[in-house]
């Protein structure tokens, strides 16, 4: 008998915290967007695919070795502009130098936020090293915005967490 009332208030006690919204599993889901097609400039993507409202383009680059470090040898010396930036949005792209097959010698994530060079504001240039930089053909952009990195996983906090993640940064020899 008192096995009875045990079990039935236990139901009773999970059944209010169901309906308080306080459930033992918060059925949080974690997914990955799908990179877009890298190229010399983008329309950047929100982690849905949809549209930021902003463009950045490689406006040049070139071999040679950062000013700071010339001991280390030729860094790959590249020239961003981002369109549309600051008007409520502040994306952040991949930038990837690679091959003549496209297969990645370096990236690096930029922030739009922190280019400004002296054509102003979301326009400068930066300096990446690359695997092999002699191989360098292209320098790319990856669409996707890379601002919300930092958004909290399921794993993370599994109240909170969740939903869809940028695409990680692409590996040395990946292809883009």
Known sequence: MVVARTVAGAGSVLAMLSLSGCGFLWNCTDSTAERGE??????????????????????????????????????????????????????????????EKRE??????????EVFGPEGPYTGDYYLKADRPERVAEVLLIPNDQSIQDRRTCEDDMKDGGGVHPPDTPELGEQL
């Open 104 to 113: 990645v010698l370096g990236c690096q994530t930029v922030y739009s936020s």
């Open 38 to 99: 890298a190229d010399v400039r983008v329309e950047i993507v929100d982690e849905s695919g949809r549209p930021a409202g902003v463009t950045a383009e490689v406006t040049g680059w070139r071999r040679e070795p950062h000013p700071q470090v010339p001991e280390d040898g030729d860094e790959i010396h590249f020239g961003i502009r981002f369109e549309g930036a600051g008007q409520g949005s502040e994306p952040a792209v991949d930038v990837c130098a690679v091959d």
